[in-house]
């Protein structure tokens, strides 16, 4: 079964962190990548970049950014391939964003 990995970031998380810190930790978000469960991954670019869009009563509304004021924000995903949710979750741990203020939202996909 596939599950989405979603990796949510606190920027505020990363602002102390070294560049040899941070190496190490690209090191981590490689080596998930890099797993051979791993079918997807990517990193998003920041949420100042994005756009939101919504359609009501027809009008379609788009604004900067996420709609939410929020500390968390998601950053990327990892498309897993997993005999069960414990062993995505398995994987998920491993993403340096689940310690550093973050979260890994672990969803099982439902294909079409």
């Given at each position: 079964?596939?599950?989405?990995?979603?990796?949510?970031?606190?920027a505020a998380s990363w602002t102390d962190v070294t560049e040899e810190q941070m190496k190490d930790l690209y090191a981590e978000?490689?080596?998930?990548?890099?797993?051979?469960?791993?079918?997807?991954?990517?990193?998003?670019?920041?949420?100042?970049?994005?756009?939101?869009?919504?359609?009501?009563?027809?009008?379609?509304?788009?604004?900067?950014?996420?709609?939410?004021?929020?500390?968390?924000?998601?950053?990327?995903?990892?498309?897993?391939?997993?005999?069960?949710?414990?062993?995505?979750?398995?994987?998920?741990?491993?993403?340096?964003?689940?310690?550093?203020?973050?979260?890994?939202?672990?969803?099982?996909?439902?294909?079409?």
């Open positions: 079964m596939k599950y989405m990995l979603l990796v949510y970031d606190n978000y490689a080596a998930v990548s890099n797993d051979p469960a791993t079918v997807s991954s990517a990193q998003l670019a920041p949420v100042d970049k994005a756009k939101t869009i919504r359609v009501r009563n027809g009008e379609m509304l788009t604004t900067d950014g996420p709609f939410a004021e929020t500390k968390e924000h998601l950053g990327g995903y990892y498309l897993v391939e997993a005999d069960s949710i414990d062993a995505a979750v398995a994987i998920g741990k491993r993403i340096p964003s689940a310690r550093m203020g973050g979260s890994v939202e672990v969803r099982p996909l439902i294909e079409m």
